[in-house]
């Protein structure tokens, strides 16, 4: 997520209505006694836990990336610094990093590496950075989010198992790739990888007490990767298909070229799409299934991009009772790969600069009803935005995100310490509570 400055965001739900009366059900008295009648001028008191409650506050979540904190949250007191900041700014949740991009841990685990330097900054820890956030946290009656980004990964040992990208001047591994923002993927459909992957996942839910886990980068780089053998294999048992002439039966470059996105879609372009979105789908419900048999209540959450579709990157997060693709590359079969199901949470990365209005483009507000369209109740959609511009109207941001969605998830805590937001983060929190009768505790 510390690469990530993108994105876009969600829906335009129901509000919340206050005064809601549940109906208790009906107990019928056992047949072999005859029932008790009650005296006619009795006052039944129902049991505190029967009792309406109001409407509940919503989650206003902060991600915290590892890189970008990694100096300033050094010690226990930077964080307890941070954390009375978050707390005071009406945050109730916070998505820590903890699986980083350098394909290090920021707890302590048994498979991977520590991450102990960043940049020109060397930090070793003798406690656990993880289990002290969620101190942290429970202390605060906040709840806390483990976040994973899957598969990039720099270290060396993993280098075999990167993504191949199909560029003009041919098949290059992307760990040498001179692009800004790309860098090195695993290639997902490797055994090894895959067993990497669901491995971390299950240890961080297995050792720590966390209240969610976050899916981040679970995906392709980019539409250019990956063109292994290994893919083309495992394309072709998929498709049922035969390649003849890998990678151009998938697409081409025409003489000349020497943009990689300018390239000419072949004869299985349309099925290789389906396809690679299959297999980000595979992960997320596997991953899913396995870490709700560690902890069935852990709420198992998703960031992506809100400009959908993102078939480039293999990304189909909408319902799977979703079936409008009026697009060319669009299988009849497609529709299948959505990945809705599987969530609790989606979020829906509206990294707009405006909130509305919603019939216009790269809003919140057209994210997040594109998003409802899409999701069709398939999960919960959180309205995800980053707060990285001085201009931004981040209070509007919460409020009408708030309003509009099942919750609020902000990037992230350098954009909050640069600009300062703090104040408006409590004040768009407080606006939306107040115009939904919401009273915090």
Known sequence: MSFRYLAASFITVLLLSAGCEKELPKVEPPVDEPPVEEPKD????????????????????????????????????????????????????????????DGAAMYKSD??????VEGNVVIERDWDYLQYFIDQAHSRGMTILAASTVFPNYREEWADYCCIEHLPQGLVSIRESKDDGIF??????????????MDICEEIVRNYDIDGFVLDYCRY?????????????????????????????????????????????????????????????GYVKEIGERIKAIKPDLSYQYWAAAWWP???????????????????????????TGFAEYLDVFQNGAYYNKVEPMWQNSTIAYALNQGSTIIKDACKQYSSFSVSSKDFDTENAVRYSYLNSDGVMIFELCYM?????WDEVKAGIESAEKELGIIRN
Not at 70 to 85: E, G, P, V, W, Y
Not at 111 to 116: A, N
Not at 239 to 245: D, E
């Open 417 to 421: 310490v640069k600009y300062d937001w």
């Open 42 to 101: 009795s006052t039944v008191i129902e049991p505190a836990d029967t009792l309406e409650k109001g409407p509940q506050p919503k989650k206003v979540s902060l991600w915290i990336g590892a890189s970008v904190n990694f100096s300033r949250l050094k010690t226990k007191a930077n964080i307890k610094h941070f954390m009375d900041k978050i707390e005071e700014a009406g945050f109730n949740e916070i998505i820590v990093e903890v699986k980083t991009s």
């Open 221 to 281: 780089q980019n539409a250019n990767s990956d063109f292994s053998e290994a893919s083309r294999k495992a394309f072709e048992e998929y498709a049922g298909v035969k390649c003849t002439n890998f990678p151009y039966d998938i697409y081409y470059y025409p003489d000349g070229e020497t943009r990689k996105g300018e390239y000419k879609p072949s004869t299985h372009y349309n099925k290789w799409m389906e396809w690679r979105s299959s297999v980000i789908q």
């Open 184 to 197: 090195p993927f695993l290639n997902p459909i490797y055994p090894e990888v895959r067993k990497y992957t």
């Open 310 to 336: 993102l078939q480039g990157t293999g990304q189909n997060w909408a319902s799977q009772k979703y079936n409008n693709y009026p697009y060319w590359w669009s299988t009849d079969q497609y529709y299948k």
């Open 111 to 116: 498979l991977i590496p520590e991450q102990t």
